[in-house]
């Protein structure tokens, strides 16, 4: 965090005399719009495609004809009810849509369909790491809602054009108790969110098309103070430095009125990322009065005890456990970072362990992996679970290798061509050679040449210096072509040696 500006210290506000002095504490909630990853819209069978060309994904529906009836796309709700898992939220068996209602050209029904209450989930949490160890941040609610369309401002012919192409899409906002302290910890909040969402897919995450965007409220208050001041609250931001830049504004832009001993006013406001300013879009006064009232046109949001079974086998391991799991295998610490760190790895080896009846040594499959698979599929761009080496084929070249039919020089350049070839570790090995000659016949065969070439050395070993055992080896493998077993060469010279 150190590296960034925003990890600011909890501003200091002096009275009007520059007298007393007040250790102010900024005061985070964050409200984060997660676009739900579905093929079609939240109430209408309209595609959701980025990129589109304008009002081509529209329908009566979706651009609120009068009489056109919405009906509720199932994957949405499982989409809402699997975060809410993940978060340790309260699933609700029932919850309700309301219409929040504005004007806004983009808004074709002239109501947002929205949840107020219930909603589809209630509660739950998320621990952030600060400076000072991991801090919960408490969720308050996460409910389902349908996304606006888009205003196009077409500045050189001073118009204003409306793109329906994004209306109906389904969204999840996930709203934060205020317990968020710092620009830093609402950044680190929205990050490990983002990752978490995108890892179940839940959302696609893509933030610069706005699929993973927050509203920030902002407030100061005296340190040690457990009431509420009066907040700000940035609309939309769309990338985790603006987030962080808004609030860090935000801060100062309050602060500053204190210590002139202003007061800092309810307010809606627009971040400009140019200026790096917060600018007033509108005060309580104004404020909006949704007239929030029951959705007539859509039933219950039912979720059952059975769809939340199915819904939280289908969900992916959460870190947490994953990583428990490798260390539980007996894995080094630095492989299970490496492992957490490529995705689809935990996966893949959990594959490779369950591939053949008689091998399944993770620590020696992990090893395999961490030298051979993971490098390479770098190296190609491929996610690990698209390998050409599949995990039987890698648990095979393990198994081989263990039994000292590979040896590691010969893997070394026959993985490649494994990866290239998706062959068979045993065939390809065979055919290029590099199968390890371990049979003691054949290294005994070997020894007793190697021993009747090199008198001069075999009555140094035999005098005690020991050493010059690895030069026969050495003699030996070169013999062999690099094919022999070292670890069997070495006894087989020592044997040669007694007789
Ligand atoms: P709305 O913004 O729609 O009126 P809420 O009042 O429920 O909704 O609050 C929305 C978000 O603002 C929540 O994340 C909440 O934690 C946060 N929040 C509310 N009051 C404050 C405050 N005084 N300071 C900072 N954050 C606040
Ligand atoms: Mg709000
Ligand atoms: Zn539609």
Redesign the pocket.
């Known amino acids: 965090m150190a590296d960034e500006p925003w990890g600011a210290k909890a501003p200091v506000v002096y009275d009007r005399l520059g007298f007393t002095v007040t250790e102010m504490e900024p ?5 984060i719009h997660a676009q739900l990853k579905t093929k079609t819209k939240l109430f209408c069978s309209c595609p959701i495609e980025p990129g589109a060309e304008p009002n081509t994904n529209i329908c009566e529906v979706c651009t609120g004809q009068p009489g056109a009836l919405p009906r509720m796309n199932e994957k949405a709700i499982e989409l809402a009810a699997m975060a809410g898992l993940a978060l340790g939220s309260k699933v609700n068996s029932k919850s309700l849509f309301s219409r929040k209602n504005y004007f806004y050209p983009d808004l074709p029904n002239g109501f947002q369909t929205s949840q107020l209450d219930p909603p589809i989930c209630q509660g739950g949490a998320m621990d952030v790491d600060t400076p000072s160890g991991p801090k919960t941040i408490r969720l ?1 609610r996460i409910h389902l809602e349908d996304d606006a369309g888009k205003c196009v401002h077409d500045e050189k012919r001073g118009r204003t054009l409306v793109d329906l192409n994004r209306a109906g899409t389904p969204l999840i906002e996930i ?4 317990d968020l302290n710092s620009p830093a910890e609402a950044i680190e909040f929205l990050k490990k969110l983002h990752a978490l969402l995108v890892r179940l897919g839940v959302t696609e995450g893509r933030m610069e098309e706005g699929e993973f965007r927050c509203d920030v ?3 100061l208050r005296p340190k040690g103070s457990t009431e ?4 700000g ?1 940035i609309k939309n931001l769309n990338s985790f430095r603006f987030a962080g830049q808004a609030i860090e504004y935000e801060i100062k832009r309050q602060s500053a009125l204190y210590a002139q001993g202003q007061s800092v006013l309810q307010e809606t406001l627009h971040f400009d990322p140019a200026k790096r300013e917060t600018r007033t879009l509108r005060t309580k006064e104004e404020a909006h009065d949704y007239r929030y009232f029951p959705q007539p046109d859509l039933p219950p949001v039912r979720v059952s005890e059975e769809l939340l079974t199915r819904i939280r086998e289908s969900m992916p391991a959460s870190v947490e456990e994953t990583n428990q799991k490798l260390l539980d295998l007996g894995l080094r610490e630095d492989l299970v970072t490496l492992f957490m760190d490529r995705k689809g790895a935990p996966e893949y080896l959990q594959a490779a362990q369950a591939a053949l009846p008689d091998f399944n040594d993770a620590k020696k499959l992990a090893a395999v992996m961490a030298e051979f698979l993971l490098p390479a599929c770098q190296k190609a761009d491929l996610p690990v679970s698209e390998a050409p080496v599949t995990p039987q084929k890698l648990a095979k070249l393990a198994s081989l290798m263990d039994k000292g039919t590979i040896g590691r020089r010969a893997a070394q350049e026959l993985f490649p061509l494994l990866f290239q070839t998706g062959a068979d570790p045993e065939e390809l090995a065979k055919e290029k050679g590099l199968i390890q000659i371990s049979d003691k016949g054949a290294l005994s065969a070997m020894a007793a040449e190697v021993v009747a070439l090199h008198p001069q050395e075999v009555a140094k070993y035999r005098d005690g210096q020991e050493k010059v055992l690895s030069f026969l080896v050495g003699q030996l493998m070169r013999k062999s072509r690099g094919a022999a077993d070292p670890k069997g060469a070495g006894q087989a010279l020592i044997e040669a040696m007694k007789g």
Do not use: K
Request: charged share 20%; glycine share 12%; aromatic share 0%.
């Open positions: 005061v985070i909630g964050l409200e308050n709203v934060t108790e205020p409220n902002v407030s509420l001041g009066v907040r609250e």
